[in-house]
């Protein structure tokens, strides 16, 4: 069957709700009755047209957004059979932009006149920017790394999303006049304040790419990594023949797990400790890195690393729930201490913010993020931020949206300093 007779097939089981579970099942709120309503009538071009209303990030986020837990969860169908297969749908549209060369359009001049710098160029940045540079804003990006994509370049394995797609998407964006500042770090070679005298508003996209620790004894020992940082750097070590043990049940831990698989080690074990249901990855993800040959272990918690200098053990305990359902703990069963001889033992237990990006001068909560309004603007006015480094949801599509609401936020804030100085 050819692609598109696959796509057409998938649209047509769309029954078109009046209530659209799916469109607020998806963080970024497209509009997916409706340009699948497109897709049944032939029409890709009015499809794009309406997916572009909400993202420019199509061709990434149908394959790489947890569809399960967003709008394919919310869809109708899948309460008796298979869900529509939206993300599909919208990968198939946003390929179909990129090949046919269909650029993304400007939709006003509101921003004319503006400069904006933006700080980080991951899906937060890119999508910020989109959005400014659509209303004519003089938009400029500055990235510490050398290239753009930020965890769509080195967060997500290419086996699971192609680097030239990411590329080709970045092009796209750019397309809109956007200029570039590569290698260019807040805190290194990069200031906050020298920002705030060149541009009349900044959206910080930086991220949380630093990996949270276990809190455990041996921990410093040699051997142990950041799950985070391996994506990032790629800058691992020999595993071949080794016996690695990935502590977190998140996506990034499959990432971690399935990009060491491919490593040659003897052994990768992940250990959760929940159960296989309550873990936090996606279920096809789950299940790919059990089809690789990754082993879990399931109400299992690390409680301590052994060795001498280098990693030698992991010793853990088991859990179990404890109470009623309304008030049940999880607890570790006693006497149910046992250790596993391990080589390396990688941390996927979260992220956070890097050292250097606690020390801005602006508000952070509780959790040590940057504190936001709902418009994206921090403590600081005519600075705003979105993404990772903010209280947002750590997907490529709450980033998305968080860099499309922000670039709202900024332009209603230049509209109102104009006309401030106006008065």
């Not at 970024?28 to 499809?47: G, P, Q, T, V, Y």
């Not at 940045?125 to 290239?147: N, P, R, S, W």
């Not at 790919?288 to 040959?293: C, D, W």
Request: proline content about 3%.
């Amino acid at each position: 069957m050819k692609k598109e007779k696959r796509i057409e097939k998938l649209s047509n089981r769309c029954l078109g709700c009046s209530k659209q579970p799916c469109h607020f099942g998806c963080p970024l709120e497209n509009e997916i009755r409706d340009f699948i309503k497109c897709m049944k009538e032939s029409k890709e071009e009015d499809a794009c047209d309406l997916l572009e209303k909400t993202t420019v990030l199509p061709a990434l986020c149908g394959r790489i957004c947890p569809h399960e837990k967003q709008c394919q969860g919310s869809c109708i169908r899948g309460k008796r059979t298979r869900p529509v297969q939206i993300g599909a749908i919208e990968a198939y549209l946003g390929d179909y932009a990129l090949e046919k060369g269909k650029p993304l359009k400007k939709v006003g001049a509101r921003g004319k006149g503006y400069k904006v710098a933006v700080v980080g160029g991951g899906p937060a940045g890119l999508t910020c920017a989109a959005f400014l540079a659509k209303e004519e804003v003089d938009v400029t990006i500055y990235e510490k790394h050398a290239y753009l994509g930020g965890l769509l370049q080195h967060g997500i394995p290419s086996f699971r999303l192609n680097k030239t797609l990411v590329k080709k998407t970045i092009h796209n964006i750019l397309s809109l006049g956007i200029h570039v500042k590569l290698n260019q770090e807040l805190g290194e070679n990069l200031t906050l304040k020298t920002l705030e005298k060149e541009y009349d508003a900044i959206f910080l996209a930086v991220g949380a790419n630093r990996s949270k620790t276990l809190g455990i004894e041996g921990e410093e020992l040699e051997g142990v990594y950041g799950g985070n940082e391996l994506l990032e750097q790629e800058n691992h070590p020999n595993y071949q023949g080794k016996v690695v043990a990935i502590i977190g049940g998140g996506d990034v831990a499959m990432d971690v797990a399935r990009t060491i698989q491919r490593k040659n080690p003897k052994k990768v074990i992940v250990f959760y400790r929940r159960s296989e249901e309550e873990m936090p990855a996606e279920k096809k993800e789950i299940r790919r890195a059990i089809k690789e040959g990754i082993r879990f272990r399931f109400h299992a918690n690390p409680v301590r690393i052994l060795g001498k200098r280098r990693v030698e053990k992991l010793v853990y305990v088991k859990t179990k729930y404890k109470g009623k359902k309304q008030e049940k703990k999880l607890v570790s069963i006693k006497g149910s201490e046992k250790d596993l001889k391990v080589d390396y033992v990688i941390r996927c237990l979260g992220s956070r913010l890097d050292a250097s990006m606690q020390n801005l001068p602006l508000k952070y909560t509780d959790t040590s993020v940057i504190y936001t309004k709902e418009t994206g603007q921090t403590s600081k006015r005519k600075i705003f931020a979105g993404g990772d480094c903010t209280n947002n949801i750590h997907t490529v599509a709450w980033a998305s949206k968080s860099g499309r609401e922000a670039a709202k936020g900024i332009l209603a804030y230049l509209e109102k300093t104009k006309e401030k100085i106006k008065n």
